[in-house]
Nanobody
């Protein structure tokens, strides 16, 4: 019923930039809670960034380098990633909640989200 599709991943040199997109179909949810997570090979899924109720939060590892934004007209959210590091290499997933807002704790937890995209690969070379 609801589908999220990530795009924009690729291979970049350390210090470069990428802009990930997450397009939603089946419903309008741009104002609902939205999160980005990533998972590297052999590692657990980790929180990257989230927005709900007009508030945005970022993991310490990406704070100051990544920026979350949205385009309600396109029902799309974006993750602008600057100053990329090799340790940013991972599959990046977007996720959406049925709730309009959540606490900082809730929005950093994968279990709070209902819908997930298929992921897009980001590889940062040194």
């Amino acid at each position: 019923q609801v589908q999220l599709v990530e795009s924009g991943g690729g291979l970049v040199q350390a210090g470069g930039s990428l802009r990930l997109s997450c397009a939603a179909s089946g419903r309008t949810f741009s104002s609902n809670g939205m999160g980005w997570f990533r998972q590297a090979p052999g590692k657990e899924r980790e929180f990257v960034a989230a927005r709900s109720g007009g508030l945005t939060q970022y993991a310490d590892s990406v704070k100051g380098r990544f920026t979350l934004s949205g385009d309600n007209a396109k029902n799309t959210v974006y993750l602008q990633m600057n100053s990329l590091k090799p340790e940013d290499t991972a599959v990046y997933y977007c996720a959406a909640s049925n709730s309009w807002t959540g606490t900082y704790y809730q929005t950093s937890q994968a279990g709070w989200y209902t819908y997930w995209g298929q992921g897009t690969q980001v590889t940062v070379s040194s």
